[in-house]
Nanobody, 120 residues
Framework: VQLQASGGGLVQPGGSLRLSCAAPRNIFRINAMGWYRQAPGKQRELVATISNSGSPHYVDSVKGRFTISRDNAKNTVYLQMSSLKPEDTGVYYC???????????????WGKGTQVTVSS
């Protein structure tokens, strides 16, 4: 299952960006979706997740600045990032836990990553 992420770029500190990630339409069921990021020289870390009923969860460092949402009709998850800081710089990866069939176990799938750079 290929997830298509978009929306990264270069932004000044204090600016905003919106990331999008779409899964194919012909999916049996999508469970939780989320965003992770990997800064240079660091491990990939969770940024935010959202359940299929819309309940969000955020890492403490982005609470109050980032908002995760999803459109189940479009199989798409969004990450609205505001008040961006240089430490938010990294490659952002979307993730989705997907059931491709009622007869197979749920599995995690990843997008290719989109670069977010916060710099003046």
């Amino acid at each position: 299952v290929q997830l298509q992420a978009s929306g990264g770029g270069l932004v000044q500190p204090g600016g905003s960006l919106r990331l999008s990630c779409a899964a194919p339409r012909n999916i049996f069921r999508i469970n939780a979706m989320g965003w992770y990021r990997q800064a240079p020289g660091k491990q990939r870390e969770l940024v935010a997740t959202i359940s299929n009923s819309g309940s969000p969860h955020y890492v403490d460092s982005v609470k109050g600045r980032f908002t995760i949402s999803r459109d189940n009709a479009k199989n798409t998850v969004y990450l609205q990032m505001s008040s961006l800081k240089p430490e938010d710089t990294g490659v952002y990866y979307c993730n989705a836990n997907i059931a491709t069939s009622p007869f197979r176990p749920d599995t995690d799938h990843w997008g290719k990553g989109t670069q977010v750079t916060v710099s003046s």
